[in-house]
């Protein structure tokens, strides 16, 4: 045997693929199941906000427009994002089932980071939609048509398939043959691939990459759009209507800095060693998931289409239920 194939039989003997690992969560924190009761009662209202949204835009046929197509995209995410979440958040730490196969782990990662990829640049299609509104807002409907939003947000799945499926893919190349215990609540794709014993180089350098994609680049490209939205507003003169044109995009600036700020003011302190990884913690959570709840109430609930909608839809079921019941 040469030296060659020696070498390749020690790798193959000292790879070790775990059967589980083990979800530590918050450390030295008496009362965390609180906070654990406290993300329920988030999930709770993130469901009954979001499935009302998408019922909303389903039934309301005059909400079936590029815009609402996007607002529907996002609805529809952030339901599936927090029920990837917190009901398995809720079941590995509410009832102490704190290990989680190996496989299993894997496809937890994918899921949870899928969906946080689609969340940050549908906030960037919508960042788009705002743009051409307001810079151009007599090219609106044939630029901004249903087909260039599909397009836009169907691309935006494929990219996000694509690249998780790879970075998680890589995990599978490497051995794990310390410590299996993940210091995070879920299983977070930085506390996974540095449990590993053999290089880590690729793993590290995709990393940097998908949070550069997620976390950096899209609040860039809005802020980009919002330089260019200033501009095209100071051309107007009317002051009416340059707050009336602002008032569009406010319920988007805070959606952008409630999911954006934190994520990054987290990764960003996460390359120091001061940050305590409790801390890390609630602030993922809480990224991952109050951003979902907010977004149903502050982009739409609130806006007067979305409302007027809503009296409509509910005038027509009383309607059809007078009638029923004089049967």
């Not at 609180?34 to 009954?48: A, E, P």
Request: glycine share 2%; net charge positive.
């Amino acid at each position: 045997m040469g030296p060659k194939e020696k070498s390749a039989t020690v790798i193959n003997a000292t790879f070790v693929r775990p059967a589980v690992f083990y979800l530590s969560g918050l450390s030295s924190i008496s009362n965390a199941n609180y906070f654990y009761v406290f993300l329920c009662f988030i999930y709770i209202l993130t469901v009954l906000g979001n499935c009302f949204l998408i019922l909303v835009i389903y039934l309301e046929k005059t909400l079936h427009t590029p815009k609402y197509m996007i607002v529907f995209s996002l609805a529809l995410t952030d339901l599936c994002g927090s029920t990837v979440l917190i009901p398995k958040v809720l079941d590995t730490f509410l009832f102490d089932r704190r290990y989680i196969v190996y496989e299993a782990c894997l496809s937890y990662m994918f899921f949870v980071w899928f969906f946080a990829f689609v969340q940050s640049w549908t906030l960037v299609t919508m960042a788009y939609d705002r743009f051409v509104a307001i810079c151009f807002p007599l090219r609106y409907h044939s630029i901004v048509t249903k087909p260039a939003v599909i397009l836009m947000l169907f691309g935006v799945w494929v990219f996000s398939l694509s690249l998780l499926a790879t970075v998680v893919g890589l995990i599978d190349r490497l051995s794990f043959c310390g410590s299996l215990v993940i210091q995070s609540y879920f299983c977070d794709h930085g506390p996974v691939y540095k449990l590993a014993c053999n290089d880590i180089t690729i793993n590290f350098i995709f990393a940097k990459v998908v949070i550069t994609v997620i976390v950096f680049t899209p609040p860039f490209l809005i802020a980009l759009t919002y330089v260019c939205i200033a501009v095209a507003l100071s051309r107007i003169a009317s002051g009416v209507e340059r707050l009336k044109a602002l008032k569009t995009c406010t319920s988007h600036i805070i959606l952008v800095a409630i999911f954006f700020l934190p994520l990054m003011a987290t990764n960003i302190a996460a390359q120091t060693p001061y940050l305590h990884p409790n801390t890390r913690i609630i602030n993922s959570t809480l990224t991952h998931s109050v951003p979902a709840l907010l977004n149903p109430i502050i982009y739409s609930l609130k806006t007067e289409e979305m409302m007027a909608s809503v009296r409509r839809l509910f005038k027509t079921n009383k309607l059809r239920i007078v009638k029923l019941s004089r049967r």
